[in-house]
């Protein structure tokens, strides 16, 4: 790859810090690939991430999915569910999102260890698989929880609920949060079970109702918990949050974890 191609600096931290990932990559019968652009590679916490080739590993692992994926794929699976697929990273899933604009130009996006990338140019054919390169490395977090939720396109409705005063506190970057977002879908299914409730909830006089809510989700303490963590536990925990505490359990199941509790319907 010569120095003005969109793939330099992903071959160039390969070969500085990846072992024989690439190796392994040519092995593969089916894969896709996802390559973050040349520019996505200046951000200083990825140079950081160089520096542990443990870590630099497992993040690049992220970014390979043992399977064929066009966008056509993407668009067709995620039409009202989430389409997730495994990767090398372990247990860890990439989630996808489609979305149609006015002018019927739809956009790809990625989410992968925290990270929500948009596709920039997708679908290149290889011998093996697919590469796209997207605009963000997954797995290095940039931005604030409050910059996740604005930026996140399966976090719309979370983020229109908390934008009447709750929202601004997740910037605060002095502190540590651990937030059990709803997806969209979670609120199309309240929506559909619960209409009346759906509806009040975004209604701006029932606004102190609807932080209520999101105060139930939100854990504020001297650290945040991972889903790894909180499953290795085997056991009821009870965190605090910022209304009353939360009582969960956390099984690993297939496609990622499940929580337990007799608040969550």
């Given amino acids: ?39 996505a590679w200046n951000n200083p916490e990825v140079r950081n991430a160089l520096s542990n080739k443990q870590r630099f590993r497992e993040i690049l692992n992220l970014h390979v999915v043992p399977q064929r ?37 739809v956009t ?30 997954l797995g290095v977090p940039y931005a604030t929880v409050q910059e996740k939720l604005a930026t996140d396109p399966m976090l719309n409705a979370t983020n229109l609920l908390g934008s009447r005063g709750f929202n601004a506190q997740l910037n605060d970057t002095q502190r540590r949060f651990t937030y059990f977002v709803p997806r969209d879908y979670a609120w199309n299914r309240l ?12 209604m701006r006089d029932f606004a102190y109702h609807a932080r209520n809510v999101l105060e139930r989700h939100l854990v504020i303490a001297d650290r945040a918990f991972t889903m790894a963590e909180l499953k290795k536990k085997n056991e009821t925990i009870i965190l605090p949050t910022q209304r009353d505490s939360l009582k969960i359990r956390v099984k690993e199941e297939d496609k990622g974890y499940n929580l337990i509790s007799p608040e969550i319907r």
């Fill in 1 to 39: 790859e010569n120095e003005e191609g969109p793939l330099y600096k992903f071959y160039e931290a390969i070969v500085d810090h990846g072992g024989d990932f690439i190796d392994h990559i040519n092995r593969l019968t089916d894969v896709t690939l996802f390559v973050p652009s040349n520019e």
């Fill in 69 to 105: 994926i066009t966008t056509t794929k993407i668009k067709s699976d995620s039409v009202h569910k989430i389409f997730q697929v495994p990767t090398l990273a372990g247990r860890r899933f990439l989630y996808f999102n489609a979305m149609t604009n006015d002018n019927d130009n």
């Fill in 191 to 202: 929506q559909i079970d619960y209409p009346s409730l759906h509806k009040k909830l975004f």
């Fill in 108 to 137: 790809v996006t990625v989410e992968g260890g925290g990270v929500n990338a948009t596709l920039e140019i997708p679908d290149i054919a290889v011998t093996n698989g697919f590469v796209h390169i997207i605009d963000h490395v």
